[in-house]
């Protein structure tokens, strides 16, 4: 990759007064190019708060124990569930920024070199 197309990457994908903060990467996980992610982690997170929800209702209907006890391991297991989409998104979401500091890291090499580059020139 040419050191021009990098900057040029780096300058439409980076804004540094709101890089790193809360929204911003919320805003960029929302974005169009991220919507079947989102759609995906919508859906499941749902579905699994749907299925946590009627386990916990149907815990306190059942009369026996062995009911009780089956209602509450699918309570616990939408929710852990829940959870681990949570920490997918969030995963997600940190990728974006991984992704922007390979960028900057790729064009500083390739100053480096260039700097490195004319030295050799001169001797």
Known sequence: MKDEQVRRMIEDTCDDSREDTIWSMVSEFYSRKMLSIVILVW????????GAVFSGVRFFRADEIRCQI????IFISCI?????LKVFAWQIIHRNSIKREIKRLE????ELAGAIGEGYKRD
């Open 43 to 50: 859906v499941w997170g749902i579905a699994f708060l749907a």
């Open 70 to 73: 089956m209602y509450a391991a």
């Open 80 to 84: 852990q569930f829940v959870a681990t």
């Open 107 to 110: 064009l500083r090499i390739a």
